[in-house]
């Protein structure tokens, strides 16, 4: 598509590059072991600190809970700019697209790191399923400041991270017609079908069956979710299912507001259901107002049959249970 006059400004801001941002402290061993238990990952380097992980990269100068509340010296100008301008012509919905991460060496603790940010690129307007909009990407290159005393005496590169969204017009805006109700989804898109490989066909084909299958391991009766080719616990490759009686508990769970994906009614509250056998899966919650979903709330599994573009297919979703004792 062409471009709208309004966007000449806003592409020739295309290869500015905008000030540093500080990290709020320097690398450092605490952290990272705490980082890599939320992870789950269990190398023992990252539990002693001997080694720090390199995914962390941007961990280091994030804001924190605060927003914008970046450390002294950190640059004021905004480095989305150029999201807010599109933003303000008309396209409000914005979608993480892809993010790259590069490191160059390992860091060690008592680094610290800044970054400075580059607007690497704005695509031509594009009508995507989601909507019409522009692909924007963001390049973020990290720095380690020179310290002589560690034999480093220039700031010296570390990492990039690329970071591209999509800032776009939804198609097919659902709007709510009254508090925590929604019209009816646009009838005409289907909801995506899942990928289905052999590891797990006995799923959706269980619930075809209006069974709820857990895959369990054939040599130490371990169960799993999601399903894999082989136990985590004994790494045996032989297995078997169980059906799950469908109760359980929401663990946990998002309220999905933005963007609008049709056919979704928005917002769609989505849980992380911990079943009575032990395993969770996520899935969609029904019969229950975004506002009052809670975690520990009683749950049953419901089975119900969707247009795909695969044909029709039975999905579970769960719908709160009065709770028994
Ligand atoms: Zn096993």
Redesign the pocket.
Request: include cysteine.
């Given at each position: 598509m062409a471009d709208p006059d309004w966007m000449k400004d806003i592409r020739a801001l295309v290869g500015k590059e905008y000030g540093r941002v500080y990290g709020w402290d320097p690398v450092n061993a605490p952290m990272a072991r705490q980082w890599a238990e939320l992870m789950g990952l269990d190398n023992p380097a990252y539990a002693d600190g001997s080694a720090i992980p390199a995914a962390m990269l941007q961990v280091w100068c994030m804001e924190g809970p605060q927003l914008n509340h970046y450390p002294p010296g950190s640059t004021t100008e905004n480095p989305y700019e150029a999201l807010k301008l599109i933003e303000a012509h008309g396209y409000p919905s914005v979608v993480a697209v892809n993010s790259e991460l590069e490191f160059d060496r390992p860091l060690n603790a008592g680094e610290r790191l800044y970054y400075t940010t580059r607007l690497d690129a704005i695509g031509e307007e594009k009508a995507t399923a989601l909507g019409t909009g522009f692909f924007v990407t963001l390049v973020m290159t990290y720095f380690s400041q020179g310290d002589a005393a560690a034999g480093r005496a220039e700031d010296g590169r570390v990492g990039q991270l690329l970071f591209r969204v999509f800032k776009f017009k939804p198609a097919n805006p659902v709007k709510p017609v009254a508090d925590g109700v929604t019209a009816p989804a646009v009838p005409k898109i289907l909801r995506p079908a899942p990928g289905i490989s052999d590891d797990t066909r006995f799923f959706w084909e269980g619930a075809k069956e209006g069974k709820l299958l857990i895959q369990r391991?054939k040599?130490?009766?371990?169960l799993r979710h999601p399903p894999g080719p082989s136990?985590p616990?004994?790494?045996?490759f032989e297995w078997d299912t169980l059906q799950a009686s469908g109760r359980g508990t929401v663990y946990s769970f998002v309220v999905m507001h933005y963007p609008e994906v049709p056919p979704f009614e928005h917002p769609n509250p989505i849980g992380l259901i911990e079943l009575e056998e032990g395993t969770r899966l996520i899935a969609q919650l029904i019969g229950v107002k975004p506002g009052e979903v809670a975690v520990g709330q009683a749950v049953q599994v419901e089975f119900h049959t969707f247009d795909t573009a695969a044909g029709p297919m039975a999905l579970p979703q769960f719908r709160p249970v009065q709770s028994v004792g």
């Open positions: 391991c040599s130490c009766g371990t136990c616990q004994c790494h045996s």
